[in-house]
């Protein structure tokens, strides 16, 4: 689990600062729409498919998100109802920019990967625009490769599709298994941070930065620490 807030909304009191920029053209980030309807977004990898979520899902939702340690690692406390999981399923179908974790083999939700509006806290330039990944995986599944074959999936839509300049992502000090996802994903160490969470606990951790390499970007406009 990461510490972003599009990893499941209700973990963070995290402030969002967000510029106009940041916000244009972003609530539907999970959509495509032509002339005549709005057509989902549905991208798979090998083992999974990533779509937008379903009121049928809650089910399945709840199930990984009411594990003590899964949403604990990300931030957020763990589900304590069913009614709960569904006002943030509420969430996800509203807002249109957190895919769902759909395992090809059984067909069962087991995660979730959110794009979040730029953290004006990394320092990078307005005019670049990019996102900020969350995801969460069921505990069920953790080392078996499949949220590094997620998150590939998601930055090649965003780098090939959206033509978003750059991606961020950031984990908290104690949690290595996002530390070695976001590293197999090529991403860069940027800063160290400081996250409030919604549990009460100001969390220490770090921010990663990964550049379109189908942009040009000069240099300058690329701080990165190594």
């Known amino acids: 689990c990461t510490t972003s807030t599009a990893a499941s909304w209700q973990c963070s009191s995290r402030p969002l600062r967000m510029s106009l920029n940041a916000i244009i053209g972003f609530s539907n980030i999970l959509a495509e729409t032509d002339d005549k309807e709005e057509k989902e977004i549905r991208i798979e990898t090998d083992r999974l498919i990533l779509r937008a979520w379903r009121e049928t899902d809650l089910a399945d939702f709840y199930e990984y998100a009411s594990v003590e340690g899964v949403g604990e690692m990300a931030g957020w406390n763990h589900h304590q109802s069913m009614e709960e999981s569904r006002r943030i399923l509420d969430f996800f179908i509203s807002g249109k920019k957190t895919f769902a974790l759909e395992l090809k083999e059984n067909g069962k939700v087991i995660g979730s990967l959110g ?17 900020e990944i969350g995801y969460v995986l069921s505990r069920d599944y953790w080392g078996r490769g499949l949220m590094p074959e997620a998150v590939k999936a998601v930055i090649d839509y965003c780098f090939q599709e959206l033509s978003f300049d ?28 400081v996250t ?5 606990v100001d969390e220490p951790g770090k921010m990663y930065v990964l550049y379109n390499p189908m942009k040009p970007i000069d240099k300058e406009k690329q701080p990165c620490l190594n």
């Open 115 to 131: 794009l979040e509006p730029r953290d004006e806290d990394a320092g990078l330039p307005e005019e670049l625009q990019g996102r």
């Open 166 to 193: 750059y991606l961020t992502c950031g984990h908290f000090d104690r949690n290595d298994r996002s530390r070695r996802v976001v590293e197999k994903s090529g991403f860069r160490f940027l800063k160290k941070v």
């Open 196 to 200: 409030p969470t919604a549990r009460g």
